[in-house]
């Protein structure tokens, strides 16, 4: 079973279109995370749940929602795609705040042209 | 602000030798401090943290770092390189619960 899964791997979509990147964790943590990690593998912090509440939104354009129906699940949003939204995106868990290592998902890629 | 600076963009080293991987870090109080690596097309996969207690710790694949507060450094070393160690490293530091910050990551290259 995959600790950390994240749908789809690959997303490839015009510019000004709607899109989701779901994840789900299967580890019983309490906190979610999601990353951007740009084209030079930079890895930057976008948002973290806790117990389905927000902890962090990062200066992110509110263009990017994210949703987190329970403690398992949290889903990426993306209205009006833009070419600079391409880049890989890592879903992570971890325990709780400050608990210990985040664990992450195999990531996935978004192309937008 | 809270950072991480990995000094070095690309390590290389010959399969055999020993191999040390920088970090140092400005966070504030006690961090935690971590190692991860990626295989290319994968996910960030945890090597090894530091929390508290012994100054070195042990990590998985043989890996090991050591924490020095004086010098806020977090260098991670193998005393044996293999070419399968060939990957992006990442050392980051919890930023008190909030997140987790990364450094910008640096590539290692085992040569054979």
Redesign the interface.
């Known amino acids: 079973d995959t600790a950390v899964s994240q749908t789809p791997k690959y997303l490839v979509t015009q510019m000004g279109n709607d899109k989701s990147i779901k994840c789900e964790q299967n580890l019983g943590h309490d906190t979610m995370y999601w990353y951007k990690q740009d084209s030079k593998k930079f890895l930057k912090i976008m948002f973290s749940y806790n117990n389905k509440e927000l902890i962090i939104n990062e200066t992110v354009p509110n263009r990017f929602s994210p949703k987190s129906p329970d403690k398992a699940h949290l889903n990426l949003h993306i209205n009006s795609l833009e070419l600079g939204d391409s880049a890989v995106y890592f879903c992570a868990s971890s325990p709780g705040l400050r608990s210990g290592e985040l664990f992450f998902g195999e990531g996935s890629r978004l192309t937008v042209l | 602000a809270q950072s991480v600076a990995q000094p070095e963009d690309q390590v290389n080293v010959a399969e055999g030798n020993p191999l040390t991987v920088k970090c140092t870090y400005s966070v504030s109080g006690n961090p ?1 401090l ?1 190692w ?1 690596v ?1 295989y290319p ?6 090597l090894l ?1 530091y929390i508290t207690g012994d100054n070195l710790v042990k990590g998985s694949y043989g890996f090991e770092a050591e924490f020095n507060k004086s010098q806020t450094s977090f260098h991670l070393k193998k005393p044996s390189a293999l070419v399968s160690d060939s990957a ?1 490293y ?1 050392c980051a530091a ?1 930023n ?7 450094g ?2 640096t590539r290692l290259s085992v040569l054979p």
């Open positions: 935690y971590f991860y990626q097309n994968r996910g960030l996969q945890f943290k992006l990442f919890d008190y619960g909030q997140n987790f910050v990364f910008p990551g």
